[in-house]
């Protein structure tokens, strides 16, 4: 009876349904919710090519080379013919690919490698970092390079070489702190966008995907090959770019600060440049 009795007096905890946390997220983090939605829509758009495309994104048409925008051609035409809108929108499959795929193996083996520094410590901890500086001393865009160019082009050759550049920031920053999720899902959505500028970079450098795969990166190289680029051949292309990566960090920070609010930039800062362990 007595048991009975306490039970009956313990209020029952309040329950929080899913909408209401979705709800109270979307009221202290709008723009990371406006961010979140875009880049859904991107994804979404990157799993629906075929279905959405107007045309094959390969598929030439030499008696309509370097239209401008028009009603055949929304984003019109490449040097070649190729529709501009259906290769932006299969360039988005390409770079969100390597951007979660680099993203979650780099992250994931640095948080690893984060949680084996912290946990043995001693000399492995110290070779560790020692190691980790050594990767950070470079320039992301540099250290990818020379990786995608020592191990070959192609899309799993971008996605290990971006990968590499991960590492540092995830070994730091889930050795630094408390070792839980909220960590690895802040890295993961804060370094998409930066995935997503890199292997556009690598594309636009001539080591990344190579062509004819349509990629933001690829069509922004092949808009150069003409004496003054045509505009539209820059524009779209560039804009798909700004406006994932943008969503992209909208969403990584909101969810930073709701999950993890010591994961601010200046203690990402701190902790991928390099204190000496």
Not at 75 to 104: E, M, P
Not at 189 to 196: D, K, M, Q, S
Not at 259 to 271: E, Q
Request: hydrophobic share 55%; charged share 15%; aromatic share 8%.
């Amino acid at each position: 009876m007595t048991a009975v009795r306490a039970a009956t007096l313990v209020e029952p905890l309040p329950e929080r349904s899913v909408a209401r946390e979705l709800a109270s997220f979307a009221r202290r983090n709008p723009l990371a919710v406006a961010g979140g939605v875009v880049g859904l829509l991107v994804v979404v758009v990157a799993i629906t090519a075929p279905l959405i495309a107007p045309a094959d994104p390969l598929k030439t048409d030499f008696r309509r080379m370097t239209k401008p925008p028009d009603a055949h051609s929304l984003f019109g035409t490449d040097q070649v013919g190729r529709d501009t809108l259906s290769r932006v929108i299969y360039g988005a499959r390409s770079s969100l690919v390597v951007a979660f795929a680099s993203v979650l193996l780099g992250t994931t083996v640095g948080a690893l490698w984060g949680v084996a520094s912290g946990y043995l410590g001693g000399r492995f901890d110290l070779v560790s970092q020692r190691i980790t500086e050594v990767l950070q001393s470079f320039p992301d865009l540099i250290l990818a390079m020379a990786i995608s160019m020592a191990i070959g082009t192609g899309m799993a050759a971008v996605i290990v070489a971006i990968a590499i550049t991960r590492i540092p920031f995830g070994n730091r920053v889930i050795r630094s702190v408390a070792l839980c999720l909220a960590p690895y899902l802040v890295l993961a959505t804060a370094h998409l966008g930066v995935a997503i500028i890199i292997e556009a970079a690598l594309g636009f450098l001539g080591v990344g995907i190579p062509p004819p795969t349509p990629t933001w990166g690829n069509m922004l190289a092949e808009s150069l090959t003409s004496l003054v680029p045509y505009w539209w051949l820059v524009f779209f292309p560039g804009l798909a770019i700004t406006v994932t990566v943008l969503a992209f960090n909208l969403l990584g920070d909101g969810i930073r600060d709701t999950l993890d609010p010591r994961l601010s930039p200046a203690f990402l800062r701190m902790m991928a440049g390099g204190r000496r362990a």
